[in-house]
Each structure stands twice: as C-alpha cells, then as structure tokens.
C-alpha cells in the first residue's frame, strides 16, 4: 500500500501534490492537518500567547469570527482539493483548525469560539466523515487491513497554564484516557498506524 503523508497546509495548495500523486499513485492520503491559514498569527502571538487571554478580547468578537471564517474557508479549500483526487484521506485536525476538542484551550475559550466556530461553519461545510475524507480525532478506521487511531492538533502534557481564564484541570489526562481506549480495543490488530 503506498500512502501520500501530508501536513501544514496553512491555507495554501504544495505545488508538487498534483505532480507525486500523478507519479506514485497512492492508495491512501494522510493528513496531519493544519488545513487552515491562522491569518491572526501575529495578533495571536502579540497578544494572547503572552498574556493567556483569548485574542477577542484585543480586536472584539466581530474581528474574532471574521479571521474564523477566514481561516475556515482557506481550509475547505485544501480539503475540497484533496478531495478532487478521489484517493481516501484520513486526517486529524491541527492547531490551525477547528476542532470538537478543547485540547489546548480552555473550555471557556472552546465554548465562546472554538467549538462555536467548528460547529457553525467548519463541519457543516466539511461533510466529517464522508466516505473519501475522514477526520478522525480520537477515533479508528480501518482502510484495507491496517487501523488508523487519530489523536488530534499537539497538546501541551498535563498541567496548562491559563491562570486567569479559570481552574484548570488536566486535559491531557483526559485526552491520554482516550488514545488508551483506543488502543485497547484494538490490541489484537497486526497492523495500525497512529496518527498525531
């Protein structure tokens, strides 16, 4: 089985896809995610990676949804030109994305945007799950005869430092919890293949 692994998109279409799909005609595509661009990455990193609080508080709510919808379209355009190629994908969602997990951000945080911004836009548009294009956050698919167990976006280990935003418990517990459910149920597999 040959299988194309891709990654960090960031809105923009790797000009060489097209050319080493035509070549090595892959059965499968891998994707790491990062489909969308963070087009706020210099607010963010200005703003809310120093101080720990969400960047709607510096540019407003509006601003906010604006770079999410953004971001959300750049996205859909990477995923609705992998899906052109007609070959299964199966990807998890990375820090760019939108994601049903909290993971990194606080569930505040999740509730006001993140989670908001996946629901409304991000999932409707994407069709999760369609027979040519799996995301699989914490979940398993088998394709042929391997199983592929998804994690999803990177997570800072244990503790997260948000003091401000509220008492944090430890989401990396919860997500380890998870990924060894996973694994357990399919202990008995030969093959799988974990995607992070």
């Known amino acids: 089985m040959k299988i194309l692994a891709l990654g960090d998109f960031h809105g ?6 097209k050319k080493v799909i035509k070549k090595q005609k892959p059965d ?4 790491v995610g990062d489909f969308c661009a963070f087009y706020e990455r210099k607010l963010f990193f200005k703003h809310s990676y120093i101080s720990k609080e969400p960047l709607e508080k ?8 604006e770079f999410a919808k953004k971001d959300i379209n750049s996205g859909l355009k990477i995923i609705n030109y992998l899906k052109k190629f007609k070959i299964p994908v199966i990807a998890i969602s990375g820090n760019t994305d939108p994601a049903k997990y909290d993971d990194i951000y606080v569930k505040k945080y999740a509730k006001t945007h993140e989670s908001d911004t996946y629901d409304k836009y991000y999932k409707k548009n994407l069709v999760e799950n369609t027979e040519k294009f799996k995301i699989i956050d ?22 997260l430092p948000r003091p401000k935003w509220k008492k944090h418990k430890k989401p990396h517990s919860k997500y380890k ?4 459910k996973l ?14």
């Open 58 to 65: 510096f540019i407003g709510k509006r601003k906010a949804r």
């Open 138 to 159: 914490f979940q398993a698919v088998k394709f042929k005869d391997f199983i592929f167990i998804g994690s999803h976006k990177s997570s800072y280990p244990g503790y």
């Open 28 to 31: 499968l595509i891998i994707s």
């Open 177 to 180: 919890k998870k990924l060894e």
């Open 12 to 17: 923009k279409i790797p000009f060489f896809i």
């Open 183 to 196: 694994f357990k149920k399919h202990k008995n597999q030969k093959n799988y293949l974990f995607i992070s």
